[in-house]
C-alpha cells in the first residue's frame, strides 16, 4: 500500500503526515508544537537535524536540515564559494552556512497554496532529497575546509565518490 493511501480525509494537517513517516521510517522525532516537528534522520556521514514547520500564513511547510561544520575562519571563502557551486546544482532547495552556530544548512519550502494538500510521497521526498543533497555534497565541504581543495577539485572528487559507490 502507497503511503498515500493511509489518508483518505482531505483535511489532514502536514505535520501528521510527517510524524506518520517519522513513525514508519523509525526516525527518533518530537512533536514540538502542533505546527512543527523536528527529528533525527542517519545518513552515512552524519545524523541531521530536519524540522519540518507549517505556516498558515503563507501555506507552506518549511523544512530545515542541518549538521555542524566548523571550518575555521581562514576557510570561510572558500565554504560560501563551494555553497554557491552546490547549489547551481541543486534544483530543490538550497545550502547556507549558519556561522554562528556553525550548522550546515539544507532548506527547502512546498508550497500549498489555494488548500492543497502534500501527499505523503511528497513528504517523504522532500526529505530524503534533503538528506541525499547532503551526503552528496558533505565530502566536498569537507574536502574544502580540511583537505584545502578548491571547489572545484572538492565537488569533483565528491561526485565520482558518490557515482563510485552506486
Known amino acids: 500500500m502507497a503511503l498515500s493511501e493511509q489518508y483518505l480525509e482531505d483535511e489532514i494537517h502536514p505535520i501528521d503526515i510527517v510524524e506518520t513517516l517519522a513513525s514508519h521510517h523509525d526516525w527518533e522525532f518530537d512533536r514540538t508544537a502542533d505546527n512543527q516537528i ?3 534522520v542517519e545518513g552515512q556521514w552524519r545524523t541531521y537535524s530536519i524540522t519540518l514547520a507549517w505556516s498558515d500564513y503563507d501555506e507552506t511547510l518549511r523544512m530545515i536540515s542541518t549538521f555542524e561544520m566548523e571550518p575555521p575562519k581562514e ?3 572558500e565554504v560560501y564559494e563551494t555553497l554557491n557551486a552546490v547549489n547551481d546544482q541543486c534544483w530543490t532547495g538550497a545550502f547556507s552556512y549558519w556561522e554562528e552556530q556553525k550548522m550546515m544548512v539544507f532548506k527547502y519550502g512546498l508550497v500549498l497554496a489555494g488548500g492543497n494538500i502534500a501527499s505523503a510521497e ?5 526529505i530524503g532529497t534533503a538528506v541525499r543533497n547532503a551526503e552528496r555534497y558533505y565530502p566536498a565541504f569537507q574536502l574544502v575546509i580540511w583537505g584545502n581543495r578548491t571547489p572545484k577539485q572538492a565537488l569533483q572528487i565528491a561526485i565520482a565518490e558518490a557515482y563510485g559507490h552506486a
Open 38 to 40: 523536528s527529528m533525527a
Open 122 to 126: 511528497q513528504i517523504d521526498t522532500l
Open 75 to 77: 576557510r570561510l571563502p
